[in-house]
């Protein structure tokens, strides 16, 4: 059990390069298109939402910084999600 | 009064007030010139009596500065002053000087006087608040230097607080960002970039240091509230104030010829700035809340409040108003500057002197507090003052939408003087206003003659 | 006042209270700058696009990797010294610290290339925020690497204990919002089009 | 509130925040000034404008006018007289002052000679030029 808890920062710190690998070939395959931008951005604020709970440890406290933390993610990303959408027009 | 040097501080809120009340005159004069143009002319022509405004404003902020770092230093180092002669000495020659200038604006056309104080050896007369002759910018470069020197060599023999800290750094930043009111290069844009780097970086910079510093002495003082605490909030108060402020001098980049990256990094930073005047606001009526004792001088408790209301009123909510740069395009240098100025100025800076002054002129008469009718008279001076100009504000902030409507967004834009006959009633109100805080002034000054039963130290 | 003593209560942000004031503001202005790129790109997509083009993505990439590996440092070094071990968690932050200072350089080769090809921030509006959030990103990174220094020489002498190590916690709690701040930008700015 | 919340800390993180921001701040004024000489219009920088900026100063025109909208709002915009007005007119303005229509805002006499007259209107010329992202709005200014 106490090795899991030690495992579980590598485990997401893997994740996150994952994801970032993920990000940049996306990028390199010169995709572009509703679909694919709103899946960046989703992986986006996962991969920050990641970092503020595992690596912060936000996760352990109140949830008035936690949800401070969650909604300022939701509102950016949405806010660059609606400017996107806009650009597509 | 818990040491004897700290009575020097009675000299300089003497003369703040009177200076006061000499800025109050010539606003009233400028008010009316607005309307009936040639009053006075050519006796003292606006430009003049703008000049004799603004510049006194300047100096009797100063003077309450100092004044108040006289007093409260002594009071946190917990020693004498370092040098009470100095003190007095700096004092008669920022009074003479001061007055000598006002003089030589109202009595000498001022390219005479430009003349005569040798700028043709080194040109920094004639740009807006910097209009001083160049041995009066001398002047008060040695008169902030010894008040520094003054104030460092008390904190250093004594007790080191972060309000004599954040006090004595505001004051440092003071004296240096006004050396670069010698710089005056022929490019106009540079002249004018860095022409703020007095202006906003002392107002919206290092000023705030000061203020921030005055604020806590006194809420500590009349509320009796942990020092940590206040000390606490006072850094984190000005560590949001340097954050947004420094590089919110660019929303005065926007439109002088700087690169144009300066509308977004401005009009960001800028828009953050009203963050820290309400957490100061917070601050204070937090502390007053929890305070653990009743202070008798419950005129000081008003100043206090109201100086982080009006400040987060007039420095954050009309400065937001049209920081940001796509609105500023339109507003930039209208009546609506106007009414962030007065309302900016009076709520930052001369509330927290009066406040300052409120608290320790009691004390340097030799008593804790004023008797019950004093007092009374100076909440009432409070009100009309602050709701005054208030009021004022408004009245500019109405002439200001009118004119950037008629002027600039209309289809068929009117020229200025047009658009200033239009607005006139606006501005005939504000002179109204303007005698309410005369009035203000006027019962401000008469309660420090009110005679009756005061309070004793406990 | 007693001296700082972590009692780790579990509803408290990790580390002195006082970074996360200045935290939140800069993750308020980076919000702002971030939207506002978002929405002049909207303005101008085809400009933007065709310069984002010029930008080197695997340098970009390549510094998210780098930045999320020094976060990972930071958390077990942060792990180290709850469990009083001054040496070892030096030992982590001193790993996050050079990858801090491989993230500069791989950015300093970025900007002298844009340099060298004349691109400043009033070449257009795209380097204008290109050039703006990296260099204030980069700033970051180089004031999160003087915290980490002064931690690390705190901790080489014995500094911490498992009673007091907020200082740890404080730092950390900064270097993961340059840690994460990066993680936005990086897709916004590098790859999203 | 956190339990932890320190002075010094508090200390710590104002230093720290003061001197980034004033770094960033430098930093952003180095490139300023690196790229004003292609917005500034500092090469039209004649004798007679320098001398027309000190008459400029030292008859305190910005006690009532703005220039580029920073001054006093008593009196027009002068950024951009120059166009608005064309040079004659200035010159003919300047020398007709004060007006004396009673009631009426009144612009002092200054004395100036015809040929501080001209390096006055190079200077408003040369200001005229600036780059100033298109402010004002419009010719009123």
């Given at each position: 059990?106490?090795?899991?808890?030690?495992l579980?920062?590598?485990?997401?710190?893997l994740?996150?390069?994952?994801?970032?690998?993920?990000?940049?070939?996306?990028?390199?395959?010169?995709?572009?298109?509703?679909?694919?931008?709103?899946?960046l951005?989703?992986?986006?604020?996962?991969?920050?939402?990641?970092?503020?709970?595992?690596?912060m440890a936000?996760?352990?406290?109140?949830?008035?910084?936690?949800?401070?933390?969650?909604?300022?993610?939701?509102?950016?990303?949405?806010l660059?999600?609606?400017?996107?959408?806009?650009?597509?027009? | 009064?818990?040491?004897?040097?700290?009575?020097?501080?009675k000299?300089?809120?003497?003369?703040?007030?009177?200076?006061?009340?000499?800025?109050?005159?010539?606003?009233?004069?400028?008010?009316?010139?607005?309307?009936?143009?040639?009053?006075?002319?050519?006796?003292?022509p606006?430009?003049?009596?703008?000049m004799?405004?603004?510049?006194?404003?300047?100096?009797?902020?100063?003077?309450?500065?100092?004044?108040?770092?006289?007093?409260?230093?002594?009071?946190?180092?917990?020693?004498?002053?370092?040098?009470?002669?100095?003190?007095?000495?700096?004092?008669?020659?920022?009074?003479?000087?001061?007055?000598?200038?006002?003089?030589?604006?109202?009595?000498?056309?001022?390219?005479?006087?430009?003349?005569?104080?040798?700028?043709?050896?080194l040109?920094?007369?004639?740009?807006?608040?910097?209009?001083?002759?160049?041995?009066?910018k001398?002047?008060?470069?040695?008169v902030?230097?010894?008040?520094?020197?003054?104030?460092?060599?008390?904190?250093?023999?004594?007790?080191?607080?972060?309000?004599?800290?954040?006090?004595?750094?505001?004051?440092?930043?003071?004296?240096?960002?006004?050396?670069?009111?010698?710089?005056?290069?022929?490019?106009?844009?540079?002249?004018?970039?860095?022409?703020?780097?007095?202006?906003?970086?002392w107002?919206?910079g290092?000023?705030?240091?000061i203020?921030g510093?005055m604020?806590?002495?006194?809420?500590?003082?009349?509320t009796?509230?942990d020092?940590?605490?206040?000390?606490?909030?006072?850094?984190?108060?000005?560590?949001?104030?340097?954050?947004?402020?420094?590089?919110?001098?660019?929303?005065?980049?926007?439109?002088?010829?700087?690169?144009?990256?300066?509308?977004?990094?401005?009009?960001?930073?800028?828009?953050?700035?009203?963050?820290p005047?309400?957490?100061?606001?917070?601050?204070?009526?937090?502390?007053?809340?929890?305070?653990?004792?009743?202070?008798p001088?419950k005129?000081?408790?008003?100043?206090?409040?109201?100086?982080?209301?009006?400040?987060?009123?007039?420095a954050?909510?009309?400065?937001?108003?049209?920081?940001?740069a796509?609105?500023?395009?339109?507003?930039?240098?209208?009546?609506?500057?106007?009414?962030?100025?007065?309302?900016?100025?009076?709520?930052?800076?001369?509330?927290?002197?009066?406040?300052?002054?409120?608290?320790?002129?009691?004390?340097?008469?030799?008593?804790?507090?004023?008797?019950?009718?004093?007092?009374?008279?100076?909440?009432?001076?409070?009100?009309?003052?602050?709701?005054?100009?208030?009021?004022?504000?408004?009245?500019?902030?109405?002439?200001?939408?009118?004119?950037?409507?008629?002027?600039?967004?209309?289809?068929?834009?009117?020229?200025?003087?047009?658009?200033q006959?239009?607005?006139?009633?606006?501005?005939?109100?504000?002179?109204?206003?303007?005698?309410?805080?005369l009035?203000?002034l006027?019962?401000?000054?008469?309660?420090?003659f009110?005679?009756?039963?005061?309070?004793?130290?406990? | 006042?007693?001296?700082?003593?972590?009692?780790?209560?579990?509803?408290?942000?990790?580390?002195?209270?006082?970074?996360?004031?200045?935290?939140?503001?800069e993750?308020?202005?980076?919000?702002?700058?971030?939207?506002a790129?978002?929405?002049?790109?909207?303005?101008?997509?085809?400009?933007?696009?065709?310069?984002?083009?010029?930008?080197?993505?695997?340098?970009g990439?390549i510094?998210?990797?780098?930045?999320?590996?020094?976060?990972?440092?930071v958390?077990?070094?942060v792990?180290?010294?709850k469990?009083?071990?001054?040496?070892?968690?030096?030992?982590?932050?001193?790993?996050?610290?050079i990858?801090?200072?491989?993230f500069?350089?791989?950015?300093?080769?970025?900007?002298?290339?844009?340099?060298?090809a004349?691109?400043?921030?009033?070449?257009?509006?795209?380097y204008?925020?290109?050039?703006?959030?990296?260099?204030?990103?980069?700033?970051?990174v180089?004031?999160?690497?003087?915290?980490?220094?002064?931690?690390?020489?705190?901790?080489?002498r014995?500094?911490?204990?498992?009673?007091?190590?907020?200082g740890?916690?404080t730092?950390?709690?900064?270097?993961?919002?340059?840690?994460?701040?990066?993680?936005?930008?990086?897709?916004?700015?590098?790859?999203?089009r | 509130?956190?339990a932890?919340?320190t002075?010094?800390?508090?200390?710590?993180?104002?230093?720290?925040?003061?001197?980034?921001?004033f770094l960033?701040?430098i930093?952003?004024?180095?490139?300023?000034?690196?790229?004003?000489?292609?917005?500034?219009?500092?090469?039209?920088?004649?004798?007679?404008?320098?001398?027309?900026?000190?008459?400029?100063?030292?008859?305190?025109?910005?006690?009532?006018?703005?220039?580029?909208?920073e001054?006093?709002?008593?009196?027009?915009?002068l950024?951009?007289?120059?166009?608005?007005?064309?040079?004659?007119?200035?010159k003919?303005?300047?020398?007709?002052?004060?007006?004396?229509?009673?009631?009426r805002?009144?612009?002092?006499?200054?004395?100036?000679?015809?040929a501080?007259?001209?390096?006055?209107?190079?200077?408003?010329?040369?200001?005229?030029?600036?780059?100033t992202?298109?402010?004002?709005?419009?010719?009123?200014?």
């Amino acid at each position: 059990m106490a090795n899991n808890k030690a495992l579980f920062p590598t485990v997401i710190w893997l994740t996150l390069v994952a994801l970032t690998i993920i990000t940049f070939s996306l990028g390199e395959s010169a995709m572009s298109g509703k679909g694919v931008m709103l899946t960046l951005l989703a992986i986006t604020m996962i991969k920050s939402q990641l970092v503020a709970n595992y690596f912060m440890a936000l996760r352990k406290t109140k949830f008035l910084w936690r949800a401070i933390m969650f909604g300022y993610f939701i509102i950016v990303g949405s806010l660059i999600a609606m400017a996107y959408l806009m650009g597509l027009k | 009064m818990k040491y004897k040097s700290q009575a020097v501080a009675k000299l300089y809120f003497i003369a703040a007030i009177g200076l006061f009340l000499g800025q109050i005159l010539f606003g009233l004069i400028m008010g009316l010139q607005y309307v009936v143009g040639d009053f006075l002319f050519p006796v003292i022509p606006f430009n003049v009596a703008r000049m004799v405004h603004t510049n006194l404003l300047i100096v009797w902020l100063l003077f309450g500065f100092m004044g108040a770092s006289y007093y409260l230093i002594p009071e946190e180092s917990e020693t004498e002053l370092y040098s009470p002669k100095l003190a007095i000495i700096t004092f008669w020659i920022f009074l003479v000087a001061g007055a000598v200038t006002v003089l030589g604006y109202l009595l000498v056309p001022y390219a005479s006087l430009a003349k005569w104080t040798g700028n043709d050896l080194l040109n920094t007369m004639g740009r807006e608040f910097l209009e001083q002759p160049l041995p009066t910018k001398v002047g008060i470069v040695i008169v902030a230097l010894s008040w520094l020197f003054n104030i460092v060599m008390t904190v250093l023999k004594g007790r080191k607080t972060a309000i004599s800290i954040v006090l004595s750094l505001g004051m440092l930043g003071l004296a240096v960002f006004f050396l670069f009111s010698f710089y005056n290069p022929v490019n106009l844009v540079k002249d004018k970039f860095y022409w703020w780097w007095v202006v906003h970086l002392w107002v919206e910079g290092v000023w705030e240091l000061i203020l921030g510093a005055m604020l806590a002495f006194v809420l500590i003082k009349v509320t009796g509230v942990d020092r940590e605490v206040v000390e606490k909030w006072l850094y984190v108060i000005i560590t949001m104030t340097l954050v947004t402020g420094i590089i919110g001098t660019g929303h005065h980049y926007f439109w002088i010829g700087a690169p144009a990256y300066w509308q977004w990094w401005g009009s960001v930073f800028s828009a953050l700035e009203p963050i820290p005047f309400l957490m100061m606001t917070i601050f204070a009526f937090n502390m007053v809340n929890k305070r653990r004792r009743e202070h008798p001088n419950k005129a000081a408790v008003l100043w206090a409040l109201g100086t982080s209301v009006m400040a987060f009123l007039g420095a954050g909510l009309w400065g937001f108003l049209h920081t940001l740069a796509p609105i500023n395009y339109y507003t930039h240098g209208t009546q609506l500057t106007a009414a962030h100025g007065h309302l900016a100025f009076f709520g930052a800076y001369a509330l927290v002197v009066l406040t300052m002054i409120s608290y320790a002129m009691p004390i340097l008469r030799g008593r804790a507090a004023n008797p019950e009718r004093a007092q009374i008279m100076e909440m009432w001076s409070f009100w009309l003052m602050t709701i005054s100009m208030f009021f004022i504000a408004l009245f500019l902030t109405g002439a200001g939408i009118v004119q950037v409507w008629l002027q600039r967004m209309s289809p068929t834009p009117m020229s200025f003087m047009a658009v200033q006959d239009q607005i006139s009633i606006f501005y005939w109100a504000r002179e109204g206003a303007g005698l309410v805080f005369l009035i203000g002034l006027l019962l401000y000054i008469g309660s420090f003659f009110v005679k009756g039963e005061s309070r004793a130290f406990e | 006042m007693p001296p700082a003593i972590n009692i780790n209560n579990q509803d408290d942000l990790p580390g002195d209270f006082a970074i996360w004031i200045f935290i939140f503001a800069e993750m308020l202005a980076f919000g702002v700058l971030f939207v506002a790129y978002a929405f002049s790109r909207a303005q101008d997509v085809e400009l933007f696009n065709a310069s984002q083009l010029t930008l080197s993505r695997i340098s970009g990439a390549i510094n998210t990797l780098v930045l999320i590996t020094s976060s990972y440092f930071v958390v077990q070094g942060v792990a180290a010294i709850k469990r009083g071990l001054n040496k070892q968690c030096a030992h982590w932050l001193t790993g996050a610290f050079i990858l801090g200072g491989v993230f500069v350089v791989i950015k300093m080769v970025e900007f002298h290339a844009k340099f060298a090809a004349d691109i400043t921030m009033s070449t257009n509006n795209f380097y204008m925020f290109y050039l703006s959030l990296t260099f204030f990103h980069f700033m970051h990174v180089l004031m999160g690497m003087v915290i980490l220094a002064m931690i690390i020489m705190k901790a080489k002498r014995g500094g911490y204990s498992t009673q007091d190590y907020v200082g740890v916690e404080t730092g950390a709690s900064f270097w993961h919002m340059v840690d994460f701040l990066w993680i936005i930008l990086f897709p916004l700015v590098y790859i999203i089009r | 509130m956190s339990a932890t919340f320190t002075k010094s800390m508090a200390r710590n993180v104002f230093y720290g925040g003061g001197v980034f921001f004033f770094l960033l701040f430098i930093a952003l004024t180095f490139d300023t000034m690196k790229v004003l000489p292609k917005r500034d219009n500092s090469q039209n920088i004649t004798p007679a404008v320098e001398h027309g900026k000190k008459l400029w100063e030292t008859n305190n025109c910005i006690g009532c006018h703005t220039l580029l909208g920073e001054g006093a709002y008593f009196a027009p915009e002068l950024g951009n007289v120059y166009p608005r007005r064309g040079p004659d007119f200035i010159k003919a303005w300047i020398k007709g002052q004060p007006t004396g229509v009673p009631g009426r805002r009144q612009m002092p006499q200054f004395n100036l000679t015809d040929a501080e007259i001209d390096d006055l209107v190079a200077f408003l010329k040369y200001a005229s030029e600036i780059n100033t992202n298109k402010w004002p709005p419009n010719i009123e200014g």
